[in-house]
């Protein structure tokens, strides 16, 4: 999934305080299941937001809304009646939904409710960690199912480091060594011999570096 | 292994001589004379002097200016090259750049991460590794090709050296790891600095028992400690490094005026003892910021006199 961390209310507070009426909108995908920017958080916040600007003696309407995703039109389109209602949107979806909704309702400003982190996994509940940086050509068959480019604190396709220390990365304690882990798990399947095989220059072209991305798939597109 | 290059360097560890070599690190400013002087002090002592690429990822005098100042002084340079900063347009511009100098050795290296220095809100790069940098001075020199292709008109002539971390983990595959660099295309080897001999001595061991020491120069990196306190800053907080315990505690053990001298011997029996390891090549001292005792160091090592007219 996508992981997101909620933005500090300060923050949203800032952006929203010169607005007298705005939607809170949520997403059901990642961000619900990473407790940042589902129907629960977009509850909390809008009550946190109704609260502040009542103390603050300032009339400002602040509604709820959860959609299924924000990176689809089709959900988007839920919001096309209602959207004029509105001086401004605090979208808690990743910064997907955050443009897609932007691009959509290109009148309303929209701003983000929270910090997108990375494609990640929930290693227990409160703890996420990343897993992809989308290179565009996946190399997991080749390191045992672990990624270097998105584990590996230098990217290293032919690592550990020298600051591999006890299985954990130079830059911090609480960080595995995604060589060590690499070659635990080669070992684990009998595949350690495959380590000196010199993994190539990368063609980055297929990530960030080649520029703003695309997938075209011609047979499913109609 | 016969000498491919005009290094010095390489001449000196083809006529089977034990190799001296040193570094000095660029300073945080733009005088010229932060790096001539630490030159002065070491170049009747060594072969040849590293310079390091912004270590510890603290922003420095660069690596190739320093190197160019030192062929200015009629001195043979290692130009150590990270791919932290570096995409690969820049390195083999660099590269060149070298060599439109005539520095005939290059260090490839990946670079402590940013973290560490003065821009840790920095990006990095790491568009290659270390072991593909080798491939691609390799590339340059024997091909005479750029990465994409092109032919380069007056390819680079450099020796190529990487380093390598006995000490670092998992231990099982830093002798898997030294093939892979040879693999590469590495001709010489400095490694992280010895304080474990033992753990050292088991790492050549087993490079022996594949043959790696008969197909790279491996040159022992050895750095004095200054005090106990360095010593301990070493032994806990340098990533990568293996202190012993008896090695913190000698230095503890004698008072702290002598601590400088203890630090000396300690580096000089370290030498002495791995001359007698096989397959050692050389010494790589590494005197931090304390360049003047490496004299003294190669001196009391039986380095000294070292080899004219190759």
């Excluded at chain 2, 660099?94 to 290059?106: M, V």
């Excluded at chain 2, 590494?286 to 009391?300: G, H, L, Y």
Aim: hydrophobic content about 35%.
């Amino acid at each position: 999934m996508i992981v997101a961390d909620k933005k500090p209310i300060e923050e949203i507070i800032d952006m929203v305080k010169g607005y007298q009426k705005i939607l809170i909108a949520g997403c059901n995908e990642c961000v619900t299941v990473c407790e940042a920017g589902g129907k629960k958080e977009v509850g909390v916040l809008a009550s946190a937001l109704r609260m502040y600007f009542m103390n603050e003696g300032k009339k400002i309407e602040v509604d709820e809304i959860t959609l299924e995703r924000q990176c689809d039109h089709e959900y988007l389109e839920e919001m096309r009646n209602s959207i004029d209602q509105y001086d401004a949107v605090v979208s808690l979806a990743c910064g997907v939904g955050v443009q897609f909704m932007a691009e959509k309702y290109f009148g309303t400003p929209v701003y983000p409710g929270v910090n997108t982190c990375f494609m990640g996994v929930t290693e227990e509940r409160g703890v996420w960690s990343e897993r992809c940086q989308g290179c565009g050509q996946c190399i997991l068959g080749k390191t045992a199912g672990i990624c270097p480019i998105s584990r590996c604190a230098k990217r290293l396709l032919n690592g550990p480091c020298g600051g591999s220390t006890q299985g954990k990365c130079e830059i911090s304690k609480d960080l595995d060594c995604a060589w060590q882990l690499i070659i635990d798990r080669l070992k684990e399947l009998d595949r350690l011999d495959e380590y000196e095989e010199i993994a190539p220059i990368k063609d980055w072209s297929t990530e960030r570096a080649g520029g703003p991305r695309r997938v075209v798939r011609e047979d499913v597109r109609q | 292994m016969s000498a491919k290059t005009p290094s010095r360097l390489e001449k000196i560890l083809d006529s089977g001589q034990l190799a001296v070599t040193s570094e000095c690190g660029p300073p945080r400013g733009s005088d010229p004379e932060a790096i001539t002087k630490k030159a002065e002090m070491i170049k009747d002592h060594v072969d040849a002097i590293n310079i390091t690429d912004n270590q510890t990822s603290v922003t420095r005098l660069s690596s190739l200016a320093s190197c160019i100042h030192l062929k200015l002084m009629g001195l043979e340079p290692t130009l150590q090259m990270v791919v932290r900063d570096r995409n690969r347009i820049a390195l083999q511009s660099d590269i060149l750049g070298a060599a439109s100098f005539d520095i005939h050795n290059i260090l490839c290296l990946s670079g402590d991460h940013q973290v560490f220095g003065d821009s840790s809100q920095g990006q990095n790069v790491f568009d290659l590794d270390s072991m593909q940098l080798i491939q691609t001075v390799r590339l340059m020199r024997d091909e005479g090709k750029f990465l994409g292709g092109d032919d380069i008109k007056r390819p680079p002539k450099m020796f190529v050296g990487a380093a390598a971390n006995p000490f670092a983990d998992p231990f099982e595959i830093r002798v898997p790891r030294l093939a892979k660099k040879i693999a590469a295309g590495v001709e010489f080897i400095q490694t992280q600095c010895i304080y474990n001999l033992d753990k050292f001595e088991l790492w050549m061991k087993q490079a022996r028992d594949r043959g790696l020491h008969e197909k790279v120069y491996i040159l022992a990196g050895v750095t004095p400690f200054k005090s106990a306190g360095m010593a301990k800053y070493m032994k806990n907080r340098v990533p990568g490094m293996d202190v012993p315990d008896e090695v913190v505690k000698r230095m503890a053990g004698v008072s702290k005026e002598n601590q400088p001298e203890e630090g000396v011997n300690i580096c000089v029996e370290t030498i002495q003892r791995l001359k007698e390891c096989e397959g050692v090549r050389g010494f790589h001292i590494m005197a931090i910021e304390w360049e003047e005792k490496v004299p003294e160091i190669v001196e009391r090592s039986g380095l000294y006199p070292r080899p004219k007219d190759l």
